[in-house]
Structures are given as structure tokens and as C-alpha cells.
């Protein structure tokens, strides 16, 4: 498993052991950033990076981070910070493992308003359940560009029951969502549905908040 585009683009990145996380494959996470750069709504703001660094400035959400893959993709690919939310002890491992090797200054506190503009990318680890996070993040005005989900399969319908309670409060204007299903899986979220696309056994479902 790699970072397979932008600025850590070939760096390696571990995955937990066993079968509990379920990484994005390399194929999928490309897919998926080559659809999101293709969006009105991820073009950077007048006075930010140009399309050489199409996420620039964005603030990610990951949700069911595991390793961490999709964020750090995002943050490679130019984003100003990701709050990682996972709650496995061996996926945390990983994730600040591969913080680390990217050389992501782990932040505590809130992160920046949406499209800060700051130059170096930073995260935050949220050690918690995803619910705990959204609530936490929505009493503390927190606000996201970008929210990338990737529950486990046998848990999605409870995900987007969560999400679809608690996602709207943190979510900036015309923010997008990322959530990838089993292709099996019905994607039932209150947002505006954008694309959805099939890679093997996985659907990935990209909508806009308004």
C-alpha cells in the first residue's frame, strides 16, 4: 500500500494486521481523488494554489480512518488538515505510523476554519467513536470540506444512520462526501448524490452538501 498521488506520491504506508481494517486499495483510493479533482466544488478558492494542488486549503474529516490511507491522501494532495477518527488500537498504530514517515505534526485542539489557507498540513487523531466526534465537533463549531468515510461493511447501515443524524452540523458550504459501501449496500444519505462508481466490490458514492 502507497500514497498514490501528490507531493508523498510512491511513499509507502502499513496497514494493520488481520482482518478488522479493511484498507482502501491503491486502485480505488486513485479512482477516487481523480473524481473529486474533477469537481466544481474541490476547485480551490480565487487567491489559493491553482489546479497543480487541487485540494489546497480544504479541511478533511476520515471518518473509520483505519490506516489513515484516504486522508493522507488528501493531505498529499495538498489539503491544510484531516481530522482522523478511528477507535482501533491496532488501526491508531498504523495511522500514526504513517503520520510519522509523511512527517504530519500530530495537532490537539480544533482544526483551522475551512479553507485556512495554511501552508503546512497537520492532523488531529481522534481515538473515539465516530459519534462522540461529530457531537464534539459540532458543540466546538468545527467545520469540514471534505469528509471521507470508509465504515465496515457489516456496520454501514449503522455509519450512515450516524452520519446522516450528525454529519450536516460540521459540514461548510458545499462540502463533499465520500462513502464507500459494499457494492451490495444502498447509499442513503441526505445529500445532493454526485457520481457513484463500482470498482469490483466496492461502491463509492461521492455527494455535495448545498
Known amino acids: 500500500m502507497r500514497v498514490v498521488g501528490g507531493a508523498w506520491r510512491g511513499r ?5 494486521a488481520g482482518r478488522a481494517t479493511r484498507p482502501t486499495s491503491d486502485k ?8 473529486l479533482q474533477a469537481l466544481p466544488e474541490m476547485r480551490p478558492a480565487a487567491g489559493e494554489a491553482g489546479p497543480a494542488v487541487p485540494l489546497a486549503a480544504h479541511i478533511v474529516l476520515d471518518l473509520y480512518a483505519g490506516s489513515g490511507a484516504l ?3 488528501a493531505l498529499s494532495r495538498g489539503a491544510a488538515h484531516c481530522t482522523f477518527a478511528e477507535r482501533d488500537r491496532a488501526a491508531l498504530e498504523a495511522l500514526r505510523r504513517n503520520l510519522v514517515t509523511m512527517g504530519v505534526p500530530v495537532v490537539r485542539g480544533r482544526p483551522p476554519g475551512a479553507r485556512s489557507g495554511d501552508a503546512s498540513p497537520a492532523a488531529r487523531v481522534a481515538s473515539t467513536d465516530v459519534r462522540h466526534i461529530l457531537q464534539a465537533d459540532a458543540r466546538a463549531g468545527c467545520m469540514y470540506t471534505l469528509v471521507l ?4 461493511y457489516a456496520t454501514s447501515a ?3 444512520e450516524a452520519m446522516s443524524r450528525l454529519l450536516g452540523p460540521v459540514l461548510a458550504p458545499q462540502a463533499v462526501i465520500v462513502v464507500e459501501t459494499s457494492v451490495k449496500e444502498d447509499v442513503l444519505l441526505p445529500w445532493r448524490l454526485v457520481r457513484v462508481k463500482v470498482y469490483g466490490d466496492t461502491k463509492v458514492a461521492v455527494l455535495a452538501a448545498d
Open 149 to 152: 468515510a470508509d465504515p465496515p
Open 12 to 16: 509507502p504506508l502499513v496497514a494493520p
Open 71 to 73: 486522508g493522507i491522501e
Open 158 to 160: 449503522d455509519a450512515q
Open 28 to 35: 480505488v483510493r486513485e479512482a477516487i481523488f481523480d473524481v
